[in-house]
């Protein structure tokens, strides 16, 4: 996940200790196996909280963006870049926006982990969701790329690009709410919330009765898409670490989410006057996802919104562990499990509500 700031979180910096690699054995695999590279190569690591450690590359006549597996010893399934890569070739035959990938290494002997390389998207990415920095009057048509190009994720047949066993098609909601339930409860240092509770407990008496399966992002949000330099249209989107087959609704639910989030968390437009602002309603913003989607409506849209919150609390509230038991110190670790509550709180009262 994407942190909130743009300061801490854009440009490149000098690759930070523990996190180099033999940059001559990388330049010799992209000769073997990027067309039209040629060095000398320059090596600079993304400032930013990816788990994921990613660099810029530059050459004389191009850039690209390599990521990697984390150095050292990592969980089982944990940080899998080849799936990353699986899922951008899979969009990019679909003529989704995604970074083309030149190339992935399962050779650990090149710089020590898998790796993969991909072109450098270039363009703007917004970490404000007023867009406050874009023009009042173009604002809308910025919210309607974002709107269409999650449509279109959703509307990619997923079978015939090859993604196929990219994730169990089936019982999403069910099984993602008792992962997370489960982990909520057995970190028993970070604590109970009584508004996570109830919420838990609302969540898995509520499933809706109608399953869908779709690519699903996971962490769709405005500071995760590269737009155009000058046009309102989304050129890439990037951080597809927690994608998977999955349940449509809860994907659009969590880029919706915006709506409802409180903007010193994660770049949100909670308690902001969006009319004010040019933005549209989170109403409207929905009915042009359903037409784009062929759907009158998303009934049940209370439990998706109170879902996405449950699962962010969940996360957080994972962070907030990691923070107690030191393993997590950062800043922005201790800002997350501070959150924890307030997240819970809104998605309690989102489950209370009389949505769609």
Avoid at 115 to 127: A, L
Avoid at 161 to 179: A, C, F, H, S
Wanted: with cysteine.
């Amino acid at each position: 996940m994407s942190g909130t700031g743009a300061d801490a979180n854009t440009g490149t910096t000098a690759v930070r200790a523990g996190f180099g690699f033999d940059e001559a054995a990388l330049g010799a695999w992209m000769q073997a196996h990027v067309p039209g590279f040629s060095g000398p190569l320059v090596v600079e690591q993304f400032k930013g909280g990816q788990s994921n450690p990613t660099y810029k590359l530059s050459t004389p006549g191009a850039a690209y963006v390599l990521r990697r597996k984390p150095p050292g010893q990592l969980l089982k399934g944990a940080h899998a870049i080849e799936r990353e890569a699986q899922v951008l070739a899979g969009l990019e035959r679909a003529h989704f926006p995604v970074p083309h990938i030149h190339g992935l290494c399962t050779d650990e002997q090149v710089i020590g982990t898998w790796f993969y390389v991909m072109e450098m998207v270039e363009g703007r990415i917004f970490w404000d969701a007023t867009l406050s920095d874009v023009p009042r009057d173009e604002r809308p048509a910025y919210f309607d790329a974002m709107n269409a190009t999650i449509a279109a994720l959703h509307n990619v047949d997923y079978q015939a690009v090859g993604l196929g066993d990219y994730g169990k098609p089936g019982n999403y909601l069910e099984r993602q709410i008792n992962r997370w339930s489960r982990q909520y409860l057995e970190d028993v240092e970070a604590g109970r919330d009584a508004d996570m509770d109830v919420l838990i407990d609302w969540l898995q008496a509520n499933i809706p009765p109608v399953d869908e399966t779709s690519i699903v992002h996971g962490d769709f949000r405005i500071d995760n898409m590269i737009f155009h330099p000058v046009e309102p249209r989304v050129v890439a989107v990037l951080d597809w670490e927690l994608s998977t087959l999955g349940h449509p609704l809860a994907d659009f639910a969590y880029h919706a989410m915006m709506y409802q989030m409180p903007p010193h968390i994660v770049a949100g437009l909670g308690g902001v006057d969006v009319q004010a602002f040019n933005i549209p309603s989170e109403e409207d913003y929905v009915a042009r996802y359903c037409v784009r989607t062929g759907r009158d409506r998303i009934e049940h849209y209370a439990f998706y919104r109170a879902f996405v919150f449950f699962r962010l609390a969940a996360i957080f509230h994972g962070i907030k562990g990691r923070v107690i038991r030191g393993t997590a110190a950062s800043a922005q670790a201790r800002e997350r499990a501070e959150s924890f509550h307030e997240l819970a709180a809104i998605g309690r009262r989102l489950a209370s509500s009389e949505g769609q």
